[in-house]
Structure formats: C-alpha cells, structure tokens
C-alpha cells in the first residue's frame, strides 16, 4: 500500500467526533478490499473527545505510527483521560498503534472482549512493556454503555456487530448521531486522492451489485447461500434502535445524511435477502476468484 496524505483530519461533529485518516493507494494487498480494486481509500481512526475525557476506537497499522500519533497530538491534550477500544482486536488496523499511543498518551482504559487487553497489544519491540497491565480492561460483551468523559452526560452504546467474520464492535454515539461500523459499508471508494472523503449525496453511484460483489470478494465471501434472516432482522434492528445520521467505517468514505444512511441499510438488507439460502445456493469459493 502506498501512503498518499499525512495527517488527514475531518471534524464529524464540532469539537465532539474526528476522523483521523491515513490514505492508501488500492493495490491488491488490502484484505478489506477485493485483489482487483483500484482506487485510493482512508483508513479511518476516530477520536471521541469531550473536555474531561476521550476515547479512541481503533489505532491504525504500525506502518502509520508516527502520523497517527502527531494526529493525536494536534487534537488531544497529554493529560485528557484516553481510552481505546480496538473494534476488530484481531486485526493490526485496530491494536497496531495501541502500544505507542498508551506511552505517549494518558490512557486509562482498555475495551476488549478478552480480560487481559495489554495482552493482545504489546507485540513490537524486543521487550515487553508490563506497564500496560496496568492500564485496566473493561470487558466488551453484548452491549456496554459507556461515557465519554467523566459527568459529561455524552454516551455511547458498544455492541457486536449484527453482521461479521472475525469478532468485531459497532458504536453508536447518540450525541452525534454517528454510527461506526468498523469493516462494514467500507465500499466508499475514490479513484483520485483529491475527492472528498465523506459522500452525502443521496444520488451516490454506488450500486446495490458494486456492493454484492464487493461482500463476495472481501471477508463476507461465506454469504452466498447462508441463512440469512437472523443477520437481517438483527442489522434492522439497529437500524430502527438509532437515529443515525452518519456512517463512519474503518474503511473507506463516511456516508453522511440521514437518506443515504437508509440508503445503506436497505441495500445491505436486499443483498442479504438476495444471497440467503432460499435464493442462493452455497458454493466453493477458490482463492482469489472474484464474483
């Protein structure tokens, strides 16, 4: 991959809510995107901040550190209380920065599905850091309602995502009405690296079959001929529990815009019904070959 911009920040919501962005060049060795995908996408960190308080969902790839942590520091103070919440913590796009970001950092807490978060972090150097098993891990299972800043009144909802391989987190921030939902509706792609990074036209080209073939050709290739029901009704049920008005993936552009928030969703739920067992049957998928 190819790294095109530094120190890409957009402001999602005033003061409250930051993408913080490394752009890539597509080149086949990005597993979030099919191997014949060209384009240039973001990867997307966010910081949410209130006065008192942060938290940071995802961290970046390690390629990135350096950027990562100068972004950090033109948005967040040395001493504001940071806490991380890794939404894919098997994946380097989530823990790769979580070890560099707590020494530098005041991190005060770790969200993970797995009781010894420092664990799953501290992978680079010859040397361990202990001093991160300091740093206490809030378990993340079933929903966890959590506040961004001490006596801020802002909240935020952490719950498995309706829809994924590997174990994944979506957040929901009612303050801002932002939905992040990690590694799905990643399929925002450009094909410059000058375009805008949020779409919020409602007339957006991005066809309900560019996203089926996109799901078959990344890690949603297991849809074709599953049973598909229980995933519609449990992503419909976010959809109707939120009022969302901006999708924020880990990947790829923000969708912005309450129509083509719905727009979204009703694709991903016609592609799901499209794929189900009653309409599709189940076959071996070899390696790199693309639907």
């Not at 391989?165 to 932002?178: G, V």
Request: with cysteine.
């Amino acid at each position: 991959m190819e790294m095109i911009l530094e120190n890409n920040i957009i402001e999602l919501s005033s003061n409250k809510a930051f993408s913080i962005q490394n752009i890539v060049k597509l080149d086949g060795r990005l597993s979030a995107y099919p191997p014949n995908q060209g384009g240039y996408v973001p990867l997307n960190c966010y910081l949410l901040k209130e006065e008192n308080g942060a938290f940071l969902l995802d961290t970046g790839y390690l390629y990135h550190q350096k950027n990562v942590l100068d972004q950090l520091k033109s948005l967040l103070g040395p001493d504001i209380p940071l806490s991380i919440i890794p939404l894919r913590i098997n994946e380097f796009m989530s823990v790769g920065n979580v070890k560099a970001i707590s020494q530098n950092f005041n991190v005060i807490g770790y969200y993970s599905p797995h009781p010894e978060g420092a664990d799953w972090f501290d992978f680079t150097d010859e040397e361990r850091d202990l001093s991160l098993k300091d740093i206490p891990t809030t378990i993340v299972r079933g929903m966890v309602n959590c506040e961004v800043g001490e006596g801020s009144g802002r909240h935020i909802d952490i719950m498995s995502a309706p829809i994924r391989l590997i174990n994944t987190s979506w957040i929901y921030d009612k303050s801002t009405k932002i939905l992040y939902s990690s590694d799905m509706f990643n399929y925002g792609i450009a094909e410059t690296n000058s375009e805008e990074w949020i779409i919020n036209s409602i007339d957006n080209e991005i066809s309900s079959s560019f996203i089926k073939s996109f799901l078959l050709n990344t890690r949603y290739w297991w849809l074709e001929g599953a049973k598909t029901r229980l995933l519609r009704e449990n992503i419909k049920k976010v959809f109707n529990s939120y009022d969302i008005e901006t999708i924020a993936p880990g990947y790829g552009k923000i969708f912005q815009g309450k129509d083509l928030v719905m727009k979204q969703f009703n694709f991903l739920d016609e592609i799901l019904l499209e794929l189900d067992k009653s309409n599709s049957i189940a076959q071996y998928v070899p390696r790199n070959h693309v639907r």
